[in-house]
């Protein structure tokens, strides 16, 4: 009788390799960075031409009563949220709202004031010494020029576009990491550095935009296009954004066919 043969065992089907998911751009890794725009002038023109009907006039978060407060808040956010620095700027701008007034609190009674914030001592040290300097070498006056501002302690080039943008309407491009993920991973103005980004978006942005552009892509970035996962269902601009993270969906979002439709309508009455 002939011996049964054992069978041999069934391979199993290959398991399809899972899809490597693409690390979100940051400052600190920017990952692969593109050579150049994914985006047409034109294309470019539309993104910022339905920014600006959705949002005609942004605003940035910080609460300020002058150029100097405007200038101290932006030097306390620097890894802190607006939010925190809104509540603890709420009294210490009722209480000094000039250089003068801020040197006659002195350092320990700014720190005190603003210690819920991360890096308070540092920072009550830079208000001072920034208040010093507006005093001595600018007649108390925050000036008007990026390479004055950048001379202040704690004032980067970030921090200098954010008041000559905010207060003295220049079309400056202030790249924070909202920003920085958004010229990358949207792909309008890649780069390997918060400069490169800064200058990419300089050529791309059309000029009739530029006043609120970085506003824009910062709130884009900071309530929409988030770090771990994109809201698409709630973009304004999904249906010409190309950047391979967008998430597929069944229709386009209501607030991007509404921001169409009204854009169209506008040109409509124009023409």
Known sequence: MAEAKTPAPRKSAAKPAKKK???????????????????TKAETYAIFERFHADNPEPEGELDYVNAYTLLVAVVLSAQATDVGVNRATKHLFQIADTPEKMLALGEDKVR???RTIGLFKTKAKNVILLSEQLIRDHGGEVPEDREALEKLPGVGRKTAN?????FF??????????????????GIAPGKTPLDVEMAMEKAVPAEF?????????????????ARKPECRRCVIYDLCKSPEKEPLDSIPE????????IERQKAAVS
């Not at 607030?255 to 009204?262: D, E, G, M, P």
Request: proline letters at 4%; aromatic letters at 6%.
């Open 210 to 226: 530029g006043r609120h552009a970085h506003h824009w892509l910062i709130l884009h970035g900071r309530y929409i296009c988030k």
């Open 162 to 166: 954010v008041v000559l943008n905010i």
């Open 21 to 39: 998911k693409r690390a979100t751009p940051s400052v600190g890794n920017p990952g692969r960075v593109l050579k150049k725009s994914r985006y």
């Open 169 to 186: 309407g220049h079309p400056t491009i202030a790249v924070d990491t909202h920003l920085f993920r958004l010229g990358n991973r949207v």
């Open 255 to 262: 607030i991007a066919v509404r921001t169409r439709a009204q």
């Open 112 to 114: 005190e004031e603003i």
